[in-house]
């Protein structure tokens, strides 16, 4: 494992966000979702995909607030410009997502 500094982490920007909007994404190679989420009043509202389609229904995921990665570079997945990066414990093919375990302001920083 490569241990990393404390200002290697703070470079990172792990924001809460609440799921406002959430579409197929069948162009996609594997089965995802487009999300649109909010940050809050200094980030807005970025999108991003996500192959959380084996755990979640799209009716669950509206409202439901989560943790993403705000300042890596958009990345162009099929004809769709992700923004940020979700964040989830990974198994196999099973993404379960993180989340505050309670009700947050948009846009706070998670240290």
């Known amino acids: 494992m490569n241990n990393l500094s404390w200002e290697d982490f703070q470079k990172v920007e792990m924001r809460v966000g609440t799921i406002l909007e959430v579409k197929d994404f069948p162009e996609s190679r594997n089965p995802s979702y487009q999300l649109l989420i909010d940050f809050g009043s200094e980030l807005g509202q970025r999108k991003t995909s996500a192959q959380i389609t084996s755990l979640y229904s799209k009716e669950e995921l509206v409202g439901k ?21 979700i964040l ?9 997502l993180l989340k505050t375990d309670r009700k947050v302001e948009n ?4 240290l």
Not at 90 to 96: L, M, N, R, S
């Open 65 to 85: 607030q989560i943790i993403a990665v705000v300042n890596f570079p958009k990345k162009q997945i099929a004809n769709f410009m992700s923004e940020c990066l």
């Open 88 to 96: 989830g414990a990974v198994e196999g093919k099973d993404v379960t």
């Open 107 to 110: 846009g706070l920083r998670i």
